[in-house]
């Protein structure tokens, strides 16, 4: 059974950092996909980031590029977030699933986490 554990959420003013980590209980390829997704209240989820742990292929969402990086390490993805921003703010989720020819799209995450808050005050 899959179990994905996150840490690493907190709160920060504007402009500060926060790392995020996530392990994977079972990871073999149909979990090689792995990533993040957010929700804020009232918000529709949205991937932040995600990285194709075979390939090293990986996604981020417009508004966090040149800030957020994604890394991983045996079972174990990391969030780096920096320059954090107060629409930053919002639920976390580790999310993983398997490769579709060699891309992670959104559709294909289908384990998660419990999720973890983060929360930037301005």
């Known amino acids: 059974q899959v179990q994905l554990v996150e840490s690493g959420g907190g709160s920060v003013q504007a402009g500060g950092s926060l790392r995020l980590s996530c392990s994977n209980s079972m990871y073999d390829y149909r979990t090689s996909c792995m990533g993040w997704f957010r929700q804020a209240p009232g918000k529709e989820r949205e991937r932040v980031a995600s990285?194709?742990?075979?390939?090293?292929d990986t996604f981020f969402t417009d508004s966090v590029k040149g800030r957020f990086t994604i890394s991983s390490a045996e079972n174990t993805i990391l969030l780096q977030m920096n320059s954090l921003k107060p629409e930053d703010t919002a639920m976390y989720y580790c999310?993983?699933?398997?490769?579709?020819?060699?891309?992670?799209?959104?559709?294909?995450?289908?384990?998660w986490g419990q999720g973890t808050q983060v929360t930037v005050s301005s």
């Open positions: 990285i194709n742990k075979y390939s090293g």
């Open positions: 999310a993983a699933g398997n490769p579709v020819y060699d891309s992670c799209p959104a559709s294909t995450f289908h384990y």
